[in-house]
């Protein structure tokens, strides 16, 4: 069993040698247990938080542990009556080839209702965080002005097509010409502000003359200041993430305009997906009947090869090489 174990905690970016690959004996499964083969893992930002020693809302993956990771099995072997082989399920199965489990925590999916990557992407955490972070957390309402940084990603992509679907001006803050390009042209954004080549308080001028309404912030930083000088009245700001400042080695990078929360009479309020967990089933369903009528587009970005370019694919994220959910899909 090929697996990818935490070997260093990563100052800044996170390098190879922080990394041990290894062959472990393929374990059996016991009473009330199955096996499977991984098929797609997902690749998240939050994995590198996961790597840093300190309090989060998760324990920090252990030096010599397996790599946490959401993936898709496909169940080989099963002496646990709800599994068959041939089954596919979805799970923290960690990065590894080859995952034995007893179930908790795991969900039959169909691949017949929509492929094995979806289920880690529009139908997966990203779709719940984006479905939960903007209509919960945000508390959206129609006809509002909305703006989503990281728009070309797994969550913003999402973010967006909801807000539209729920009859909102939205506009996408993402990095490139591409990018923005996509977020235009194909998935209904309003406008898009390219911020490695444009002035994004500038541009949030002209494109959210009115203020913006909600703010929901994937990348934190300079973007989130920047967002924070145009609020509306009453604006709520959904700390989504902050991918700007993970792989910071000095502190995390403060908003120094969080002042114009006070004059807006507006809020600014975190949020960890997991919380919803009792929902998603529900928020699946919706979700699932906007892309099936073609009103959500679903964005993913597959990258296929062995288990061993799980560390290189990872580091994509922080580079901005993905567009909508990226996912390896073992060959
Ligand atoms: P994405 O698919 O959006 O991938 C990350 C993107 O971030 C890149 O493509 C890149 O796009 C952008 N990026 C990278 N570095 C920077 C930078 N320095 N400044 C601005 N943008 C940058 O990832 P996800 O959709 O999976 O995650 C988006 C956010 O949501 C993350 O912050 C993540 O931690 C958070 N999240 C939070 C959850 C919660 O429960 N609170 C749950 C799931 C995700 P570009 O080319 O545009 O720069």
Known sequence: NRQIRLAARPAGDVKPQDWEHVTEPAEAPGEGRFAGRTRFISLDPAMR???DD????????????????????EVTESNHPG?????????????????????????????????????????????????????????????????????AGAVGTMVGQIAKVKGCRVIGIAGGADKCALLTEELGFDAAIDYRAEDVRKALRTHAPDGIDVYFDNVGGDILDAALTRLAMHARVVICGAISQYNNETAVQGPSNYLTLLVRRARMEGFVVFDYAPR???????????????????KEHVVKGALDEFPETLQMLFRGENIGKLVLELT
């Open 83 to 151: 599994y068959r082989p041939g089954d596919h399920v979805v799970g923290t199965f960690g990065v590894q080839e080859y995952v034995v489990s007893d179930g908790k925590g795991a969900l039959k999916v169909d691949p017949s209702l929509a492929p094995l990557s979806t289920y880690l992407g529009a139908l997966g955490m990203p779709g719940m965080t984006a479905y939960f972070g903007l209509l919960d957390v945000g508390a959206l309402k129609e006809g509002e002005t909305v703006v989503v940084s990281g728009a």
């Open 280 to 298: 998603f089933a529900e928020a699946a369903r919706e979700l699932a009947g906007w892309i099936a009528t073609g009103r959500i587009k679903v």
């Open 54 to 73: 300190r309090p989060s809302y998760l324990p920090p993956v252990g030096l010599g542990e397996v790599m946490r990771a959401g993936s898709v099995i």
């Open 49 to 51: 938080g996961w790597l």
